[in-house]
């Protein structure tokens, strides 16, 4: 069975793609695009450094940076490349507030759109206690190759009691210049506590916010206010269109349902959004929503494990099953194998907007922790289409998470050190 064809996937006829290119054409939504490539190769890695642990590469806005790359280290430490040369000194280094273990530590980074005049980002990381914070820094207002360590300022804390796994981890910046956060569900195996399905808990879910803060209540003239009576402020804002806004459940969840949501990105022309979840040990999933189609979002977690029933016991209602799904390579006798490609830790990439890649091009790029292979597919609500190889690996092996920086110029980071560039 060819790799394009081994999944039981409802998968989407290429003439359906045609037909959607060509509707997006007839609309003048997607006049400038080219074609989406036939996922045949047509990219070669070029590597751009080695770093201890890597688990996420990120660029910043503004002109002024764009000579700059980041590179986030588990340990705690942030690398800046300046035209492609490491710095002397870390961008950051919180290592002594960082719980470097297993699936702990420092997790991915985030700077603020408007980083050019605020000088803010945002970092995820597990801290001493075992617990996960997203926590804000400020540039140095003297270099741009230096944080101000001592800006710290705690924007959202995850209480993850009792298990060191499942910390999810990434932090993505999407419409609106929102934050989107998704942790894990809180480790364990099947998890115990039901949290993924417990609209009062921010476990197994996507969060979405406004990383600013926020004053509460009305503004006053400032001539009116005593000395010392700063209006106070919360750590950050909510959006009004999130889904439990107004409604019983915790008004930051975006979606939920969700096991362990390592990698989740969005779309740079399309808007949607593709999340790799870490599955039990039976199926690796990739759920994918066209624009706004997360919203509220029940991905089905832990009644189901990809399209497989996982409990029986437990209801996901309106569950929206995974796009994509593959074996875990250390199922039990009691999984159903699917047959084909087959990995551990399922890890979400980008859909290539990069216009020199034609090949890939409007196509989901994915791998897996524990294979070496880049495959790709055509992503859409209803299914998946020409999934399949790319026919080029990461030489180093593991590979940890993709990034995307301007231009939409890709990136695939190997937890053994090396990063590596997506060039034509």
């Known amino acids: 069975m060819s790799d394009a064809t081994f999944l039981r996937a409802r998968r989407v006829p290429l003439a359906l793609v045609a037909l959607a290119t060509v509707l997006g054409l007839m609309a003048g939504t997607a006049s400038a695009l080219p074609p989406v490539g036939d996922g045949d190769?047509?990219?070669?890695?070029?590597?751009?450094?080695?770093?201890?642990?890597?688990?996420?590469?990120?660029?910043?806005?503004?002109?002024?940076?764009?000579?700059?790359?980041?590179?986030?280290?588990?340990?705690?430490?942030?690398?800046?490349?300046?035209?492609?040369?490491?710095?002397?000194?870390?961008?950051?280094?919180?290592?002594?507030r960082v719980l470097n273990a297993g699936e702990q530590g420092m997790l991915s980074a985030a700077f603020h759109p408007r980083y050019e005049k605020n000088r803010r980002f945002y970092v995820y990381f597990t801290d001493a206690q075992g617990d996960n914070e997203v926590v804000e820094f400020k540039r140095s207002k003297r270099s741009r190759v230096r944080a101000n360590a001592s800006s710290a300022r705690l924007v959202l804390?995850?209480?993850?009691?009792?298990?060191?796994?499942?910390?999810?981890?990434?932090?993505q910046f999407g419409p609106k210049r929102l934050l989107y956060i998704a942790p894990g569900d809180g480790g364990a195996g099947g998890d115990p506590p039901n949290n993924a399905q417990n609209p009062e808990s921010l476990l197994g879910k996507i969060l979405r916010i406004d990383p600013l803060p926020q004053r509460k209540g009305k503004k006053r003239k400032r001539k009116k206010r005593s000395a010392g009576a700063a209006a106070a402020v919360k750590p950050y804002g909510i959006p009004r269109g999130n889904p439990f806004v107004g409604a019983p459940g915790r008004d930051e969840i975006f979606s939920l349902g969700l096991r362990n949501p390592y990698r989740f990105t969005f779309d740079a022309v399309g808007?949607?959004?593709?999340?790799?979840?870490?599955?039990?040990?039976?199926?690796?999933?990739?759920?994918?929503?066209?624009?706004?189609?997360?919203?509220?979002?029940?991905?089905?977690?832990?009644?189901?494990?990809?399209?497989?029933?996982?409990?029986?016991?437990?209801?996901?209602?309106?569950?929206?099953?995974?796009?994509?799904?593959?074996?875990?390579?250390?199922?039990?006798?009691g999984c159903p194998p699917l047959?084909?490609?087959?990995?551990?830790?399922?890890?979400?990439?980008?859909?290539?907007?990069?216009?020199?890649?034609?090949?890939?091009?409007?196509?989901?790029?994915?791998?897996d922790f524990s294979s070496d292979q880049i495959r790709s597919l055509i992503p859409s609500e209803s299914g998946v289409a020409d999934d399949q190889a790319t026919?080029?690996?990461?030489?180093?092996?593991?590979?940890?998470?993709?990034g995307q920086t301007r231009g939409n110029v890709l990136w695939v980071v190997s937890h053994n050190g090396p990063i590596y560039r997506l060039d034509p």
């Open 41 to 96: 190769g047509g990219f070669r890695l070029t590597q751009v450094g080695s770093f201890t642990e890597p688990t996420h590469v990120v660029d910043a806005p503004g002109k002024k940076n764009r000579k700059l790359l980041f590179v986030v280290e588990q340990s705690g430490r942030v690398i800046v490349l300046r035209n492609g040369v490491p710095q002397p000194q870390p961008f950051l280094d919180i290592s002594d």
């Open 157 to 171: 804390h995850l209480p993850h009691p009792t298990f060191g796994n499942h910390n999810g981890g990434q932090l």
């Open 271 to 333: 808007g949607g959004i593709a999340v790799g979840d870490v599955g039990q040990g039976c199926r690796e999933e990739i759920n994918y929503r066209g624009p706004g189609g997360a919203r509220g979002a029940n991905f089905g977690w832990s009644a189901f494990e990809g399209t497989r029933l996982f409990s029986a016991s437990r209801s996901a209602p309106g569950a929206i099953f995974p796009i994509l799904e593959y074996d875990n390579e250390n199922a039990d006798a």
């Open 339 to 367: 047959g084909g490609f087959s990995g551990s830790s399922v890890i979400a990439g980008y859909v290539a907007r990069d216009q020199r890649l034609a090949h890939q091009y409007g196509r989901l790029l994915y791998a």
């Open 391 to 402: 026919g080029v690996s990461v030489p180093a092996g593991q590979p940890d998470s993709f």
